[in-house]
């Protein structure tokens, strides 16, 4: 009996040893976190220059998307450097569309204006 629980201890270390941890992160020596930037700024009537709300912004050809706040404001994290076309929708507005937008390592902010549909 007692070679049984010896026995038993013994295997339940060594798997523990040898556990597998799913949940630990672990990265190789060569390689490099990527750099990502924000991309912000500000959606307005094109006639007015009030600030529009629930505005969708939204970066062409990926998922990255925001809506703007009640002061218009919107914000985009993790987006890789690059150029990008941006889109604005919203309802009753015609849809914007901002070309060949440069996203730097730098202050990468954009002011959209938005013309209402006739």
Same mark, same amino acid.
């Given at each position: 009996?007692? $070679?049984? *629980?010896?026995?038993?201890?013994? /295997?339940?270390?060594?798997?523990?040893?040898?556990?597998d941890n799913d949940g630990a992160k672990?990265?190789?020596?060569?390689e490099t976190p990527v750099q990502t930037?924000?991309?912000?700024?500000?959606?307005?009537?094109? @006639?007015?220059? #009030?600030?529009? /709300?629930?505005?969708?912004?939204? *970066?062409? =050809?990926?998922?990255?998307?925001?809506?703007?706040?009640?002061? =218009?404001?919107? #914000?985009?994290?993790?987006? %890789?450097? =690059? %150029?990008?076309?941006?889109?604005? @929708?919203? *309802?009753?507005?015609?849809?914007?569309?901002?070309?060949?937008? $440069?996203?730097?390592?730098?202050?990468?902010?954009?002011? *959209?204006?938005?013309?209402?549909?006739?």
């Amino acid at each position: 009996m007692k $070679k049984a *629980i010896i026995t038993l201890i013994l /295997a339940a270390f060594i798997g523990l040893v040898y556990a597998d941890n799913d949940g630990a992160k672990t990265s190789a020596p060569n390689e490099t976190p990527v750099q990502t930037v924000t991309l912000s700024g500000c959606v307005v009537d094109l @006639s007015s220059g #009030e600030a529009l /709300a629930g505005v969708e912004v939204k *970066i062409d =050809g990926t998922e990255f998307k925001a809506y703007t706040d009640f002061d =218009g404001n919107f #914000e985009i994290q993790d987006v %890789k450097p =690059g %150029k990008y076309n941006l889109i604005a @929708s919203y *309802i009753s507005y015609n849809k914007s569309l901002v070309e060949d937008l $440069k996203c730097e390592m730098k202050e990468n902010e954009v002011n *959209i204006k938005m013309q209402a549909s006739k």
